[in-house]
DNA sequence: GCGACAG
DNA sequence: ATCTTGTCGC
């Protein structure tokens, strides 16, 4: 796969696939949802995914990859900098998810083609973002009760939703990928969220990503 | 021109 | 993301 060298060549690449975006999903529940991501070191970047039950949470297959950074990282272009690694460790697995949770944005990016959304282009499996932190898009504070949200609105139109997954702890953002609708979403998300911020999916990748990358430094 | 800016 | 002790609060 031939990877884009400036940021010149990484945007004409979201501009050439973020027609292909399709945030519909079928309506039917994911079993295996898989969570993504990322630990930075030194001059090494590990990435997991772990597998999990939707029904129990707990999971059932996992894989990690360490590897170089080959792209730096810039707000916008972010994907292209986890990606590579995080593909490698998904072709390791053994089950396929129904669902990819990542750890960043999908469609509430400045260019409506954010990591969740390329992830999902490039493995056709649909995907969703739960960000920490804000990127882009206009809104007001939800609630402070758990499952309160607000819509997330860019240049006119809603890109996604701010969700409070507990009481009065930040809110999380959340977008579709592809494959999958706003509203199923963010129900995922709380679904995923029954005693932390974050899903218990993007916990257990997290987990695992630094452990794997203290193992192969220091 | 001056900020903002996923991880 | 990561560097990092104590500390406020449930």
Request: hydrophobic residues 40%; contains cysteine; charged residues 25%.
């Amino acid at each position: 796969m031939v990877w884009p060298r400036s940021a010149e060549e990484a945007e004409k690449v979201q501009e050439d696939l973020r027609g292909l975006v399709r945030a519909e999903g079928d309506g039917r529940e994911p079993r295996l949802v898989a969570g993504l991501d990322v630990a930075y070191g030194d001059d090494l970047i590990a990435a997991a995914v772990t597998v999990l039950d939707a029904s129990s949470l707990e999971v059932v297959e996992s894989s990690v990859v360490v590897d170089r950074p080959v792209f730096p990282y810039v707000p916008g272009l972010f994907a292209f900098r986890e990606l590579p690694a995080l593909l490698d460790a998904l072709r390791a697995l053994e089950t396929v998810p129904d669902l990819l949770v990542c750890d960043g944005h999908g469609l509430a990016h400045p260019r409506r083609f954010g990591l969740a959304c390329h992830l999902g282009i490039l493995t056709g499996v649909p995907s969703m973002g739960v960000g920490k932190t804000f990127l882009v898009g206009e809104h007001v504070e939800p609630g402070r009760e758990r499952g309160s949200w607000t819509p997330l609105v860019h240049e006119g139109e809603t890109v996604g939703r701010t969700v409070r997954t507990q009481d009065g702890i930040r809110p999380v953002y959340v977008s579709s990928g592809h494959l999958i609708d706003l509203p199923a979403a963010a129900r995922r998300v709380l679904e995923l969220s029954p005693s932390y911020r974050l899903p218990e999916t993007t916990r257990s990748a997290d987990r695992l990503s630094r452990s794997a990358l203290r193992e192969a430094s220091g």
